[in-house]
């Protein structure tokens, strides 16, 4: 029954920033890390950045330094503060909980994000 719903997307400049949000519903009781993902055209589906209910982050090295991963845990939200985009960072960024059994249902529609150049 758990939902994840992203939302934040759009389309912008390279060098600027963007706010991802993941609002989560359900019964999310038993997750304990929650992440990012994104896919672009014709690539795998990747985990950029995960993080525990204790704030335990952990980030894929094509963002760190440009991207941090934070939670609201009373709200059951997850975000993604993207800062200096690269045309690179184009794709569809979807919230999970990567090491759930039962991931594989979860997954949302995602939301597009396009860094033009």
């Known amino acids: 029954q758990v939902q994840f719903v992203e939302s934040g997307g759009g389309l912008v400049q390279a060098g600027g920033s963007l706010r991802l949000s993941c609002a989560a519903s359900g019964s999310t009781f038993s997750i304990n890390i929650m992440g990012w993902y994104r896919q672009a055209p014709e690539k795998q589906r990747e985990l950029i950045a995960s993080?525990?209910?204790?704030?335990?982050?952990n980030y894929a090295d094509s963002v760190k330094g440009r991207f941090t991963i934070s939670r609201d845990n009373a709200d059951n939200t997850l975000y993604l503060q993207m800062n200096s985009l690269k045309p690179d960072d184009t794709a569809v960024y979807y919230c999970?909980?990567?090491?759930?059994?039962?991931?594989?249902?979860?997954w949302g529609q995602g939301t597009q994000v396009t860094v033009s150049s």
């Open positions: 999970n909980a990567p090491y759930d059994s039962r991931r594989f249902a979860y």
């Open positions: 993080i525990s209910r204790g704030g335990y982050t």
